[in-house]
């Protein structure tokens, strides 16, 4: 599969190189050219959605406007750094996961790189826990052991689902309440000015896009 990111005006290809605005739509193109859309507004479009019509973009209230751009120089510029695959150790599991909660194992790979760089022991200064770095009090809501490598990453396809869900599918409205709690992105009506979320936000859409380039 082939995962492309658009906005609202202009699809990956382009907005790579510009700023992004505060939704943004994934969507795998398979070889023989089918369209499945992973998360955005246009998440129940049909396969024949136009990919240049425009949508309402939601505004980043919170953001300053020199963090608005979503892709960073860096990750366009050193695409093949970012674009290891799922270790062999975890793909058939993450495999599974991505099909079980309907999200791009592109994703779910870019977000675990991200949190833990594939560190099942990876312990943050804040407590969070493995590979998806769960919070001790996050892992027993959703009921799984976050010390079990492959349990972890369940608590982390299962959380992050529920935020595209809470969020209508908007993507980084998603990423920035699994960084930062969902209660700081409804307050601030989008990603909250916070720089490590900013750049955790922007990060992962640069390895998304990195992802698509790879696969092109």
Same mark, same amino acid.
């Given at each position: 599969?082939?995962?492309?990111?658009?906005?609202?005006?202009? &699809?990956?290809?382009?907005?790579?190189?510009?700023?992004?605005?505060?939704? &943004?739509?994934?969507?795998?193109?398979? #070889?023989?050219?089918?369209? !499945?859309?992973?998360?955005?507004?246009?998440?129940?479009?049909? &396969?024949?959605? +136009?990919?240049?019509?425009?949508?309402?973009?939601? #505004?980043?209230?919170?953001?300053?406007?020199?963090?608005?751009?979503?892709?960073? *120089?860096?990750?366009?510029?050193? !695409?093949?750094? %970012?674009? &290891?695959?799922?270790?062999?150790?975890?793909?058939? %599991?993450? !495999? /599974?996961?991505?099909?079980? =909660?309907?999200?791009?194992?592109?994703?779910?790979?870019?977000?675990?790189? $991200?949190?833990? /760089?594939?560190?099942? +022991?990876?312990?943050?200064?804040?407590? !969070?826990?493995?590979?998806?770095?769960?919070?001790?009090?996050?892992?027993? *809501?959703?009921?799984? +052991?976050?010390?079990?490598?492959?349990?972890?990453?369940?608590?982390?396809?299962?959380?992050?689902?529920? $935020?595209?869900?809470? =969020?209508?599918?908007?993507?980084?409205?998603?990423?920035?309440?699994?960084?930062?709690?969902?209660?700081?992105?409804?307050?601030?009506?989008?990603? #909250? /000015?916070? /720089?490590?979320? $900013?750049?955790?936000?922007?990060?992962?859409?640069?390895?998304?896009? *990195? %992802?698509?380039?790879?696969?092109?």
């Amino acid at each position: 599969m082939i995962l492309r990111t658009c906005t609202s005006t202009l &699809a990956l290809a382009a907005s790579a190189l510009c700023a992004l605005p505060a939704q &943004a739509d994934v969507l795998e193109i398979s #070889p023989e050219g089918e369209v !499945a859309w992973i998360a955005g507004p246009l998440v129940n479009a049909p &396969a024949s959605v +136009d990919m240049n019509a425009t949508t309402s973009a939601m #505004p980043l209230a919170e953001v300053p406007l020199e963090a608005t751009s979503l892709v960073p *120089d860096s990750a366009v510029a050193n !695409a093949l750094e %970012h674009s &290891a695959a799922v270790p062999e150790a975890y793909a058939a %599991h993450i !495999a /599974r996961l991505a099909e079980r =909660f309907d999200l791009s194992p592109a994703l779910l790979e870019a977000v675990v790189w $991200q949190e833990s /760089r594939w560190r099942a +022991d990876a312990v943050s200064p804040a407590g !969070a826990r493995g590979l998806a770095q769960l919070m001790p009090g996050t892992a027993r *809501d959703l009921g799984v +052991d976050p010390d079990n490598p492959l349990a972890n990453l369940e608590g982390g396809a299962r959380y992050l689902r529920e $935020q595209l869900d809470r =969020f209508d599918g908007d993507l980084e409205k998603a990423l920035a309440a699994y960084n930062a709690g969902p209660g700081r992105v409804i307050r601030s009506g989008g990603i #909250p /000015r916070i /720089r490590e979320t $900013q750049v955790y936000v922007s990060s992962i859409m640069g390895r998304l896009a *990195d %992802h698509s380039r790879s696969s092109d």
